[in-house]
């Protein structure tokens, strides 16, 4: 995630009062005094992004902001703390970002840390337990509650992106949940069919079903009468 600073820097005029001017501010690591980044900004309030290469969580972390338009330099300190990678995603040190934790990665599958988006190539489907136990996924396991495999039936063939908090983009015939085994909330299983269809009104099935009931009093007297077996 960038880090979003608005700068503005000031010097003394002639008349040796503050007024706006221009300048460039330097980013340096707190730690050994490495120049990270340098932006030049006119004599407004400006924005400066810097997004930082991470090689660990949870731990405080530090920035200089150090511009040398007074003879002296002017020197803020920022302090920043980065949180644990959220499930499904794991610190890859070389990146210095979040990226698809080990039970997510497999070949043809990203990851986007900035939308928490996840794709694939499709007849896949990726998401978690929803149990009340977390397995302990957490920064010390990762991937316990993380479910990845192959889906032939009821998955989509072509290539989706999608969420872990909603993994029914994976599912086709409106279908969702784990493993896309059921159907979508509104949704119920249509007769003699695999596939997924709308709900109607309790009126409308009640009127269904005595429509067959009334058939099929009238096949009954239908037979009755013709004398069939």
């Known amino acids: 995630q960038k880090l979003k600073f608005n700068v503005a820097l000031f ?15 330097d980013i340096f690591n707190d730690i050994n005094g490495f120049l990270l980044n340098q932006t030049y900004i006119p004599n407004t309030c400006s924005l400066i992004e810097y ?15 150090y511009s040398s338009i007074s003879s002296m330099g002017t020197i803020i300190n920022f302090n920043f703390i ?20 080990q039970s997510v990665s497999r070949e043809n599958v990203t990851c986007d840390i900035n939308t928490l988006n996840i794709t694939h190539n499709g007849l896949l489907w990726i998401g978690t337990y ?6 302990n996924a957490n920064e ?8 990845n495999e192959d889906c032939l039936l009821y998955c989509s063939p072509n290539p989706v992106t999608f969420n872990l908090n909603d993994t ?12 896309c085994g059921s159907c979508t909330e509104g949704y119920s299983l249509l ?24 058939m099929g009093v009238l096949l009954v007297v239908l037979l009755i009468a013709l004398n069939l077996t």
């Open 11 to 25: 010097g003394y005029n002639y008349f040796k009062s503050l007024t706006p001017t221009d300048g460039t501010v």
């Open 51 to 65: 997004t930082p290469k991470l090689t660990q969580t949870g731990y405080q972390s530090y920035l200089v902001l």
């Open 82 to 101: 980065v949180k644990e990678c959220p499930i499904g995603f794991r610190l890859d040190k070389s990146q210095g970002s979040c990226a698809c934790s």
């Open 130 to 135: 929803h149990t009340t136990t977390p397995f």
């Open 140 to 147: 010390t396991n990762p991937n316990a509650c993380i479910i």
């Open 168 to 179: 029914h983009t994976q599912c086709v015939d409106n279908r969702g949940h784990r493993m």
């Open 191 to 214: 007769m003699g069919s695999n596939k997924c269809g709308q709900c109607h009104n309790n009126y409308m099935m009640i009127a269904w079903i005595a429509l067959f009931a009334v």
